[in-house]
């Protein structure tokens, strides 16, 4: 069964950080890309960053360019998000997605909550 299950979640006050996990299971983890999605309450879903299957390349969201870092560890089938710099923008559940040709996962979502 095909599985992501995202954790690392919380609440954290402006300007902190935290290190999202997304774990993979059930599918060739090393052959799809990966993204993290965000969702506010009463906002769209919104693409924050990508990576490809092997790494290679990367893209990110304006809003969060050099506060935010995806990297992957296809070994332990995991993708992470990195942020750094939190604002109370940021404030969102976080999805992470699988994807190769028409084959697509969604997990479960983390809350992050920043604010003091």
């Known amino acids: 069964q095909e599985q992501l299950v995202e954790s690392g979640g919380g609440l954290v006050q402006p300007g902190g950080s935290l290190r999202l996990s997304c774990a993979a299971s059930?599918?060739?983890?090393?052959?799809?890309?990966m993204r993290w999605y965000r969702q506010a309450p009463g906002k769209e879903r919104e693409l924050v960053a990508t990576i490809s299957s092997a790494g290679g390349r990367i893209t990110y969201a304006d809003s969060v360019k050099g506060r935010f870092t995806i990297s992957r560890d296809n070994a332990k089938n995991t993708v992470y998000l990195q942020m750094n710099s939190l604002k109370s923008e940021d404030t969102a559940v976080y999805y992470c997605y699988a994807i190769a040709g028409l084959r697509y996962y969604w997990g479960q979502g983390t809350q992050v909550t920043v604010s003091s």
């Open positions: 059930g599918f060739p983890f090393s052959s799809y890309a």
